[in-house]
């Protein structure tokens, strides 16, 4: 038997066994040429790196998305914003790393062609940027963004209930939320979040300066300090000894029975997939003054870390929204981890784990050590995404040192998984197809990549150079060999 292209029967069995679509007889599994899905198939399975790219994606999105119930649009990106807007004065109060931005929590947008080598991108196939999440103040990753964004709308909410704002307070009155009454209320409820490591951190720290309690359930990957970290202001940490995904389902569960809970769901939070949306608004503005077009001859391809999905899916939506059809975002996953890129293989209806198909979830990227993906997030991408790649832990290893000797900067292994995309795109025989049927090609002398460096800050300097002995080691391996 023959499945579209090449698959064996087992790998027909899988793809089809995920499909379950009854209405379609088993030999019409469509394939997109340039995507081959068996053998992407073949490849996850094998946990080599591969590059899937998105037959359902829309050049022109509807200005309003739905995905499991929900519809959103660019007001609700913007609405995200102008939360943090509000509450930049307070911000900077809480946190004296914001004094000298008054509460706004960005990161810088970089040139980066001196990595452009390491990256394995040539002459002529665009200018290579990184944003640089990595250096985000309070959180020390991404997670600044979402979870920062969801502890601040909670407060927001029960603020308003009680009475201590009204609709019409302006950013200044939000210093209020400091005082002591505004704690006391605080106070009586907490904040919960399971993690991997960096949502707890973001959480943790952003409600526990607000006056609330916090609690963060960590899987067993997470690192011991991000644990310390949280302890040290008084967050109570809950240690599983199961991934990610048992460490969100217990402490959904435990804040279930508890009405003063507040539970931060990173499967199924709009609030933070749209606080991450709101970065889309900033990189546009940095994009104009870095003098960067985007239209037809200037594409731009934006590279970003995934684990459940929600950072890299808010942000895509953001841009998508914005930018229109010349923006194209794709997701990044260790080969051992690459729950979104099986989630849209298999389309809405299933749900998937990277243990079906005998991956072991096991990555040192441990921002993106997720079995399965949200399924918010992968609807709302059906559209908007141009694709997905995966990546071994080595090449995250190598990179990161490349990264910091080209531009001196100290981001995390899950922070690296970007850098493969610009080689995958340009230099892959499938990604070139691709970049020539989309009409990309005869422009990428003229496109832009920015690479999304996700998390980096915090990570203590004895854990940093463990990562880059162990990433010189791995380039000296690989000169002599
Ligand atoms: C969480 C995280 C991501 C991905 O975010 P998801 O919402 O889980 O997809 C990427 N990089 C780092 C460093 C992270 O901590």
């Not at 090449?6 to 379950?20: A, V």
């Not at 809480?94 to 810088?108: D, H, K, R, Y």
């Amino acid at each position: 038997m023959s499945c579209a292209d090449g698959g064996t029967l087992e790998e027909c069995r899988l793809l089809i066994d995920y499909r379950r679509m009854p209405d379609r007889p088993v030999p019409m599994i469509s394939v997109d040429p340039f995507v081959e899905e068996s053998l992407a198939l073949a490849a996850l399975r094998n946990a080599e790196p591969c590059l899937w790219l998105n037959p359902s994606r829309q050049a022109t999105p509807a200005p309003e998305q739905r995905a499991l119930g929900e519809t959103i649009s660019l007001d609700d990106t913007k609405a995200a914003a102008a939360r943090f807007e509000r509450f930049a004065p307070l911000l900077a109060q809480l946190f004296p790393e914001l004094a000298g931005t008054q509460g706004v929590i960005e990161s810088p947008l970089v040139p980066a062609a001196a990595l452009r080598p390491a990256v394995g991108l040539p002459q002529g196939q665009g200018a290579l940027w990184i944003k640089a999440d990595h250096s985000l103040p309070v959180a020390g990753s991404i997670k600044a963004r979402g979870g920062i964004h969801e502890v601040l709308e909670f407060a927001e909410r029960l603020a308003l209930e009680q009475g201590l704002l009204t609709p019409a307070s302006g950013p200044d009155d939000y210093r209020q939320l400091a005082s002591p009454a505004a704690r006391a209320v605080f106070g009586r409820y907490q904040v919960a979040v399971g993690s991997t490591g960096n949502l707890g951190l973001s959480i943790g720290v952003a409600a526990s300066a607000l006056g609330f309690r916090a609690a963060v359930h960590m899987s067993a990957d997470a690192k011991e300090w991000k644990k310390e970290r949280l302890r040290r202001r008084g967050v109570e940490v809950v240690e599983h000894a199961g991934d990610y995904e048992k460490a969100v389902a217990a402490g959904r569960t435990q804040a279930e029975a508890d009405p003063f809970c507040h539970f931060v769901d990173d499967e199924r939070s709009l609030s933070l997939l749209l606080g991450y949306s709101a970065a889309a608004l900033h990189l546009r503005t940095q994009l104009a003054e870095a003098g960067i077009a985007i239209d037809a001859e200037h594409p731009l391809f934006v590279y970003l870390p995934c684990g459940v999905g929600g950072a890299p899916a808010g942000i895509a939506f953001g841009l998508r929204q914005l930018l229109g059809p010349h923006v194209h975002c794709l997701f990044a996953e260790p080969v051992q981890s690459p729950c979104f890129m099986v989630q849209m293989l298999a389309g809405e209806g299933s749900h998937p784990s990277v243990y079906d198909l005998g991956l072991d979830n096991r990555t040192e990227a441990d921002g993106l050590a997720v079995p399965r993906a949200s399924l918010l997030a992968a609807a709302l991408m059906q559209p908007l995404l141009s694709g997905c790649f995966t990546v071994r832990d080595e090449t995250l290893f190598e990179q990161l040192v490349q990264v910091l000797d080209a531009t001196g900067a100290r981001i995390e292994p899950s922070a690296a998984a970007g850098f493969s995309g610009p080689a995958m795109l340009a230099g892959s025989p499938a990604g070139r197809a691709w970049l020539q049927a989309q009409g990309l090609a005869p422009h990428l002398a003229q496109a832009t990549h920015v690479v999304w460096t996700t998390g980096g800050l915090f990570v203590p300097p004895e854990e940093y150079e463990r990562f880059v002995a162990r990433g010189r080691a791995l380039l000296l391996q690989a000169q002599g060999g």
